[in-house]
């Protein structure tokens, strides 16, 4: 335990990301903005669901800070002061919680705003630093305050205050997200579950095995014309390549899964064989822990 009281524990990064792959480092569950700012006295990095990320099989010299308890908890309930008859403003919901769990909750109660990024596997937090989406929706679509927490101490902010945009949020790296404000719209859970079941049909295809999502953004092409990184890959011959247990995945050539057993330099491998192949400049979707100056820049705030 921590002098205020965090859990922290030296543990394998794996287990945190949905890929499965990651050395260890010293993990901070920290439940409250006191565990929070002790953890941040050192270096750090903010571990949401992991479902972005390479870690290195090495791990990270960082602190890896982690939202737990309260910090992982939601309070569905509308704000009186801040709801109107046709717009809720919840409670807060920490940026620990897991982000299906929250839409299925918000579609059964009929609340509307964020079932566009239904089936993305990360938490609130993460996926609001990265305003993670679909073409049906986005966090930004329903986020009333974010509460951010640096070393020098916390604000309280509205996506107004924010340069947020396609896939970035504005928020600096490592500025964290401890807890969000909902504003969403009033409708019924049966309108709300077929807008979900539109998303999720656009994901059928997708493979099933352990993986951080798409490898690479979608390139534009030197005439302005938008290619889909998936299709690239395919005609490049790629899809079914093999390094290590990592494999660019058959069902769709953006998809890199583990097969069991992965580690980072197979993912790593396999990143460097797409970019050398496809032929067309392609940017990393993924965020590598720590970062390679020859495969990525950080994804999320620019
Ligand atoms: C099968 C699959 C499908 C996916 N589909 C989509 C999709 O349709 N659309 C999409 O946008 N993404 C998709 N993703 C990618 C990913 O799920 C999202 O980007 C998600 O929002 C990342 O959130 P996370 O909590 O897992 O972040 P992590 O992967 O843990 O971290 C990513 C970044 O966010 C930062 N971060 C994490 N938590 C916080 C916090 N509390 N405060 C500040 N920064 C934080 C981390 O430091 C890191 O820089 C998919 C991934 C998978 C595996």
């Known amino acids: 335990m921590s002098r205020t009281g965090a859990r922290v524990e030296r543990l394998p990064l794996a287990r945190f990301t949905t890929l499965g792959v990651g050395g ?55 704000d009186p002061a801040l709801s109107t008859p046709d717009e809720i403003v919840t409670g807060w919901v920490g940026g620990g ?30 996926s609001v630093w990265m305003n993670a989406g679909t073409r049906f ?30 896939r970035r949020s504005g928020i600096p790296l490592n500025h964290i997200v401890s807890r969000v404000r909902l504003k969403l719209r009033l409708s019924t859970p049966e ?32 005439g302005g014309e938008k290619v889909s990184a998936g299709k690239l890959i395919d005609e490049a011959g790629l899809k079914g390549t093999r390094v290590g247990n990592a494999l660019i995945a ?25 970019r050398e192949r496809v032929g067309v400049p392609m940017e990393l979707e993924y965020e590598l822990w720590p970062t390679d100056p020859g495969l990525s820049a950080p994804a999320g705030s620019e």
Request: charged share 20%; with cysteine.
């Open 191 to 222: 309108a709300v579950l077929a807008r979900m079941e539109a998303a999720d049909q656009a994901r059928k295809g997708q493979p099933k095995n352990k993986t951080p999502g798409c490898a690479f953004k979608n390139p534009t092409l030197p």
């Open 24 to 78: 260890e480092a010293e993990v901070w569950f920290t439940g409250s903005h006191e565990q929070l700012a002790e953890a941040m006295e050192q270096p750090y990095r903010i571990l949401g669901g992991g479902s972005n990320l390479v870690i290195s099989d090495q791990g990270v010299p960082e602190r890896v800070i982690r939202l737990s308890g309260p910090l992982a908890e939601r309070d569905l309930n509308p």
């Open 137 to 166: 929706g986005e966090m930004f679509d329903g986020l009333h305050t974010i509460e951010i927490v640096t070393p020098q101490g916390t604000r309280q902010v509205t996506p107004a205050d924010l340069d947020w945009g396609y």
């Open 250 to 274: 058959p069902e769709h050539g953006n998809f890199i899964v583990n097969l069991g057993g992965a580690t980072a330099a197979d993912v790593h491998a396999l990143l460097r064989v797409i």
């Open 97 to 126: 919680v897991p982000l299906p769990g929250l839409v299925r909750a918000l579609q059964k109660l009929g609340l509307s705003n964020l079932e566009g990024t239904v089936g993305i596997p990360g938490q609130v937090g993460g």
